[in-house]
């Protein structure tokens, strides 16, 4: 069983930086795929963007696509999503989540871990 613990979330003005940070348990952290996902009140769950385990090929929803970066840290069994130039429309609760010898899909049904997310709000 992989837990997740995300952290980073919080509160900022729009234009501005957030990075987002997620651990695992996982001692083979580096053979699992992760992907970002976020929900907003009232709306369904949605792909933010996603890396592979096999080749750290990254992959982003076209909302975010030059503004959020993907990146692993294997060695601290960790997940990182930088976002910048934040929008109100970014304001959402972010989750990551592990998906074994994941590519990067961006279906939330591929992935059988969840974090329980953390909150990112962005005021204009």
């Known amino acids: 069983q992989v837990q997740l613990v995300e952290s980073g979330g919080g509160l900022v003005q729009v234009g501005g930086s957030l990075r987002l940070s997620c651990v695992a348990s996982?001692?083979?952290?580096?053979?699992?795929?992760m992907g970002w996902f976020r929900q907003a009140p009232g709306k369904e769950r949605e792909f933010v963007g996603a890396i592979s385990y096999r080749d750290g090929n990254t992959y982003y929803a076209d909302s975010v696509k030059g503004r959020f970066t993907i990146s692993r840290d294997n060695a601290k069994k960790t997940l990182y999503l930088q976002m910048d130039t934040l929008q109100p429309e970014d304001t959402a609760v972010y989750y990551c989540?592990?998906?074994?010898?994941?590519?990067?899909?961006?279906?939330?049904?591929?992935?059988?871990?969840w974090g329980q997310g953390t909150q990112v709000t962005v005021s204009s």
């Open positions: 996982e001692r083979t952290f580096s053979a699992y795929g």
């Open positions: 989540a592990a998906e074994p010898l994941g590519t990067g899909s961006g279906s939330a049904r591929e992935y059988p871990y």
